[in-house]
């Protein structure tokens, strides 16, 4: 799988963004797509899932600000960002599964390539800077 992310950027506090991810190969086996961010020195944690059948899952701390979406081809997703705060500053990555779980459960995947029903897809990630 290839993806390829776009979109991020520098806001300041209460701002929007909008990150695109596009998937070019390997569509046909992936289930579920989504977002990890990581902030210099924290774990990378998962933000949005989006399954094929439009399940969504989102960090407590991002409900009701972003927005996961796909588009009808299931061949990208986006995450639409609002009321942007300093503490979403971090690296975004673009990550798919083939797995098929419960939407809750792809927040306990490990992030280990090759782990079992971990992310097959990474995208090179793009940097969210949130300026108070």
């Known amino acids: 799988v290839q993806l390829v992310e776009s979109g991020g950027g520098s806001v300041q506090a209460g701002g929007s963004l909008r990150l695109s991810c596009a998937v070019s190969?390997?569509?046909?086996?992936?289930?579920?797509m989504g977002w990890y961010r990581q902030a210099p020195g924290e774990e990378r944690e998962l933000v949005a899932v989006?399954?094929?059948?439009?399940?969504?899952y989102y960090l407590g701390s991002v409900k009701g600000r972003f927005t996961i979406s796909s588009d009808t081809a299931w061949g990208a997703i986006f995450l639409q960002m609002s009321n942007l705060k300093p503490e979403d500053t971090a690296m975004y990555y673009c990550?798919?599964?083939?797995?098929?779980?419960?939407?809750?459960?792809?927040?306990?995947?490990?992030?280990?390539?090759?782990?079992?029903?971990?992310?097959?897809?990474w995208g090179q990630g793009t940097q969210v800077t949130v300026s108070s």
């Open positions: 990550a798919t599964w083939n797995a098929v779980l419960s939407i809750d459960d792809y927040a306990t995947t490990p992030t280990t390539a090759g782990a079992p029903n971990s992310p097959r897809g």
């Open positions: 989006i399954r094929r059948n439009a399940d969504k």
């Open positions: 190969r390997g569509i046909f086996s992936v289930n579920a």
